[in-house]
C-alpha cells in the first residue's frame, strides 16, 4: 500500500509566491534602468573623452610645432651668433697678430737709437756734448719703449678678449647643440601617431626630472647667452678699433720723432761742417801766418848777424884808438861819434833781440794754437764722421732689410761710396 512522502522544507504561503515574482520583475526592469543609464553615460563619456583626446592631441602636436618653431629660432639666432662670435674671433686675432708684429718692428728703431747714442759716445773732447741730437735720441728711446708699452698693454688685453671670447663661444656653441638635439626630439615626437609602431606604456611619464627648468628660466639662460655673446663682441670690436687707434698713433708719434731726430743730426751736421770749414780756414790762415813769421824771424836773425858785425866793427875801432898815445887820446869827433855808434848799435841790437824772442813767443804760440786747432779739426772730423754713420744707420728704419747697404764701414770707418772733397778730408784725419 502506497504512502505519502513529504519533503522536509519550509513552505511559502501563495502571497510570498506573489510577492517574489513581483519582485524578480520589479529589479529586473530597475537593473535594465541602470543598465540603460550606465550605458548612456558610458557612450556620452566616451564621446566626450574621444573629443577631449582628439582635441588635447591636436593642442598638444600645435604646442610641439610651436615649440619646435621657437627653438628653431633660437637655433637660427645662435647660427648668426656663432658666426658673428667666429668672424670676430678671427678679426680680433688677427689684429692681435699685427699689434705683436707692430711690437716686434718696434726693436729696430729702438736699436737704432741705442746704436747711435753708443757711437756718439766715441765722441772727444770738447765734442762731448749735450746736444739737440743727443736730447731727440734719448727722446726717441723714450717714445719706442713708451710705444712698446702700449702695444704690449692692448696685446694682453686682446688675449684676455680672446679667452672670454672662446668661452662664450663654447658655451654658446653648448646651448646651441643642446637646442639641436631638443628640435631633433621634438620633431621625433610630433612625427608619432597612433598607429606609430614604437609607441608603449611607459613607467611614471609624467615624473619631473631632476634639473628641470621652467620655460622662463630656458628663455633667461638663452637670452643671457645671446647677450652676453653680443656684449662680448661689441667689447672686442671697440677693442679692435683700441688696438688699430694705437697702432696707427705709435707709428705716428715713432714717424714724427724720427723725422724730429733726423732733422736735428741735419742740422747738427751742418753746425759742424761750418765750423769745421772755419776752423780748417783757421789753420790754412795759421800755417800762412807761421810761414810769413818764420820770414821774419829769419831777416831779424840776418839783421841782428849783421848789426852784431857793425857794432863788433864799431868796438874793434874804439879798443883800437885807446891805444893812442899821450896826449892823442883825445875825445875828438871821431871818438864821440864812434861812441855814438856803438850805444845806437847796443840799443838796435837790444831792440833787435827783443823783437826777436817776441817773434819766437808768437811763432810758439802759433804753433801750440796751431796744434789744438789740429786736434779740434781732428775732433770735428771724428764727430761728423760718427754722426754720418748714424744717418746711415737710421737708413734702415725707412728701407727694406734686404736692400739696405752700409754707406760707412762701421769698424775700420770708410765709405762704401764716392764722398765730397771735405768728407774725404774728414777721413783722412782720422
Known amino acids: 500500500m502506497a504512502t505519502l512522502s513529504v519533503k522536509p522544507s519550509p513552505r511559502f504561503q501563495l502571497p510570498d509566491w506573489h510577492t517574489n515574482s513581483y519582485l524578480l520583475s520589479t529589479n529586473a526592469e530597475r537593473q535594465r534602468d541602470a543598465s540603460h543609464q550606465i550605458r548612456q553615460e558610458a557612450q556620452v563619456l566616451c564621446n566626450e573623452t574621444n573629443n577631449q583626446t582628439i582635441w588635447d592631441e591636436h593642442d598638444n602636436r600645435t604646442r610641439l610645432a610651436e615649440r619646435i618653431d621657437t627653438v628653431n629660432r633660437w637655433k637660427e639666432m645662435l647660427d648668426k651668433c656663432l658666426t658673428d662670435l667666429d668672424a670676430e674671433i678671427d678679426a680680433l686675432t688677427q689684429m692681435k697678430e699685427s699689434a705683436e708684429q707692430n711690437l716686434q718692428a718696434k726693436n729696430l728703431p729702438l736699436d737704432v737709437a741705442i746704436e747711435c747714442l753708443t757711437l756718439r759716445e766715441s765722441r772727444r773732447d770738447i765734442d762731448v756734448v749735450k746736444d739737440p741730437v743727443e736730447e731727440e735720441l734719448h727722446k726717441e728711446v723714450e717714445v719706442t719703449e713708451a710705444a712698446k708699452k702700449a702695444l704690449q698693454q692692448k696685446i694682453s688685453q686682446a688675449f684676455e678678449k680672446l679667452c672670454l671670447l672662446q668661452e662664450v663661444r663654447q658655451q654658446l656653441n653648448s646651448d646651441h647643440r643642446g637646442k639641436m638635439e631638443t628640435v631633433d626630439i621634438d620633431r ?104 810769413e813769421l818764420q820770414e821774419d824771424i829769419r831777416h831779424l836773425e840776418e839783421d841782428l848777424r849783421r848789426k852784431l858785425q857793425n857794432l863788433k866793427l864799431c868796438h874793434t875801432r874804439l879798443e883800437t884808438r885807446t891805444y893812442r898815445p899821450n896826449v892823442e887820446l883825445c875825445r875828438d869827433q ?56 748714424c744717418m746711415d744707420t737710421r737708413r734702415k728704419l725707412t728701407m727694406p732689410a734686404e736692400k739696405f747697404v752700409p754707406e760707412v764701414d762701421t769698424f775700420t770707418r770708410t765709405t762704401n761710396r764716392t764722398l765730397s772733397p771735405l768728407k774725404t778730408c774728414q777721413l783722412q784725419l782720422t
Open 188 to 291: 621625433g615626437c610630433f612625427s608619432l601617431n597612433l598607429k606609430s609602431p614604437n609607441i608603449s606604456l611607459k613607467i611614471n611619464p609624467t615624473r619631473v626630472p631632476n634639473g628641470s627648468t621652467t620655460l622662463q628660466q630656458w628663455d633667461d639662460c638663452s637670452q643671457f647667452n645671446k647677450s652676453r655673446a653680443e656684449a662680448e663682441m661689441k667689447g672686442a670690436i671697440e677693442l679692435r678699433e683700441a688696438i688699430a687707434l694705437t697702432i696707427a698713433k705709435t707709428n705716428n708719434e715713432l714717424e714724427a720723432q724720427r723725422v724730429a731726430t733726423e732733422f736735428a743730426f741735419r742740422k747738427r751736421l751742418w753746425e759742424m761742417e761750418k765750423v769745421y770749414r772755419e776752423l780748417k780756414w783757421q789753420e790754412k790762415n795759421t800755417l800762412e801766418e807761421i810761414a
Open 334 to 389: 871821431a871818438q864821440c861819434g864812434l861812441t855814438e855808434e856803438a850805444q845806437q848799435l847796443e840799443a838796435t841790437t837790444a831792440a833787435l833781440k827783443q823783437k826777436l824772442a817776441q817773434a819766437q813767443d808768437a811763432l810758439d804760440a802759433l804753433y801750440q794754437h796751431l796744434a789744438r786747432l789740429q786736434a779740434d779739426i781732428a775732433c770735428k772730423a771724428n764727430s761728423m764722421l760718427l754722426d754720418t754713420k
